[in-house]
């Protein structure tokens, strides 16, 4: 029903930036929110920011004040701007169709395929 597909990884130096972007199609009438996770090899997967239908954002600690969520509804498109990259920070990342509630994002079962972001020391 929802159909998300990430692009804009690619290979940068630590302290370098990239702009992600997930476009989303299908029905997002009961999911309209669109979570980043993220996942590095031998690791769970791990939320790193969302936003809601209205374009309220959350953060986890990790990545409050580098990394920048948004979308533009009209182009239904997700972006996730993420800047002052650590290698701590190389993973695949992983967008997310779920939903609000209250001021809590509840992640979906809908995903995209992942776009890689490695980052060199």
């Known amino acids: 029903q929802v159909q998300l597909v990430e692009s804009g990884g690619g290979l940068v130096q630590a302290g370098g930036s990239l702009r992600l972007s997930c476009a989303v199609s299908g029905n997002t009438f009961s999911l309209n929110a669109i979570g980043w996770y993220r996942q590095a090899p031998g690791r769970r997967r791990e939320w790193v920011a969302a936003?809601?239908?209205?374009?309220?954002?959350n953060y986890a600690d990790s990545v409050k004040g580098r990394f920048t969520i948004s979308r533009d509804n009209a182009k239904n498109t997700v972006y996730l701007q993420i800047n002052s990259l650590k290698p701590e920070d190389t993973a695949v990342y992983y967008c997310n169709a779920g939903r609000y509630i209250g001021s809590d994002y509840y992640g979906g079962g809908y995903w995209g395929q992942g776009t890689q972001v490695t980052v060199s020391s």
């Open positions: 936003i809601s239908s209205g374009g309220g954002t």
